[in-house]
């Protein structure tokens, strides 16, 4: 009998421990699995924030703005150079081995306008909001004295003035007609604006844009004036002079954009200088007179670097970008940024071929086991 409970005590020790084995099997498995899945993901992580490295250098140190080649098979081909790079060396046993790799930026397109517009309201000096300079002007203004006005017209002058066509007259024979650049035809079709459907401008009072007026509007209006050249403050290394001007306006020559910004100008100090003077003589021709020659010099003044009732030409740009729709405003800055990248290392930069981020997902394999990881990488 004590042979036989021997026997039975054995055996039931032996039951025990293969039970036992089996479960830190089990368990030794169970985490290599799972040491195996984070080995995945930190190396799908580490070579997603790789990938992102490669991003346009010229256009992140210009603008601050962030956006690498969204071509697909291109990224795919950078995450399989990192991923299996890291994976490479070593006979550790939770070590996976990767057996697809895909990466898709079409979920973040560069020619996107809110995709840009959120990156510039970060960069927008907040501060420079409050030194637009509208108000200041009006309260300033309402009272402030003013140049004499002529009892009568003169001699021979027209009796119907029309304003407009005295400002048409005056610019299109001014010195400034065939100054700065033109974009080329084929480029300017392929500009992110024309992509996107945005043609040029030729009224700023009508287009819509006071209606989409918000803090948040103007903040990009800020970053735009900050990091675009003007006809009063022109900065190397522009393919255009008038970078302001065109984004207000869109035209394919500086000149043209240039002449239409003077028009601007012109209209609105025409309009401040006929109130002035209709509410202080009652005279509607002798004001229009008097309003057209002051506007006419203002203008003149105010593009050669001064200021007029304390506005100068930052000031009536900043007015003027209020006017036009956001959309259409980051659109056109998108047109100047790639104009300039192409013009500093000819490189062949497009928005439509970048991303902000793209999608990346592969499937590893570890002891006949498959698993996936997904992950996404946008800047932030």
Known sequence: MKRVRGGFTTVYLLMILAALTAAVVMIIDAATARAARSISETVCASAGRSVLSEYQKELYSRYGVFALRGDDALLTRLASFYINGSLLGGKAAAKPAAVKIEASAQGYPALDVEGLAKQIRRLAPAAAVMKGGVLEYILDNADAPD???????PEGAAEDIDPMQSAEKSFGKDADRNRGSIIAANEYRALPSRLLGYSKRVSLLFSGGIFDLTFRTLLEDEYILA???NAVKTREG????CEAEYVLYGNSSD????RAVKISLFSFRFAVNEVKYVSETGELLISTTAA???SLKE???ILAGGRVDKLDYATHLRIFMALVPRQEKVARLM???QLNIRKKDGANFEFRNY??????NAVFTHRRRTGDVEQSFCYR
């Not at 140049?147 to 017209?153: F, V």
């Not at 000149?255 to 240039?258: D, E, I």
């Open 335 to 337: 047109d100047v940024m």
């Open 292 to 294: 057209v020659a002051k």
């Open 355 to 360: 991303a902000y981020g793209f999608d990346l």
């Open 227 to 229: 990091v675009c050249s």
């Open 299 to 301: 203008v003149k003044t």
């Open 147 to 153: 140049m004499d006005l002529p009892g009568e017209l």
């Open 238 to 241: 522009t393919f255009l002079e």
């Open 255 to 258: 000149s043209a954009n240039l």
